[in-house]
């Protein structure tokens, strides 16, 4: 009887242990949504950044070399 009965029990309670996630993966998953949010801040910052580069880029050939475009 107990070489069945162990290893169900152990199971429901491994299962029981997964129901509420622990402090651990709470941090985990509020770290994974900060990495997302950074990484779109970035790369919004990098499109501006490339967009504003591109707009002084095109005033300065304007001024070396008036009629290029």
Do not use: K, Q
């Not at 070489?3 to 129901?19: G, I, M, Q, S, V």
């Not at 996630?21 to 509020?30: D, H, K, M, V, Y």
């Not at 801040?41 to 009629?67: C, F, I, K, S, Y």
Request: glycine share 16%.
């Amino acid at each position: 009887m107990h070489r069945t009965f162990f290893p169900a029990l152990f199971a429901l309670l491994a299962l029981a242990a997964c129901a509420e996630p622990g402090p651990a993966e709470r941090a985990g998953r509020s770290l994974d949504r900060a990495a997302g949010r950074t990484g779109g801040a970035l790369g919004t910052a990098a499109r501006e950044t490339g967009g504003a580069l591109d707009r002084a880029g095109n005033w300065v050939g304007d001024r070396v070399e008036p009629g290029r475009r």
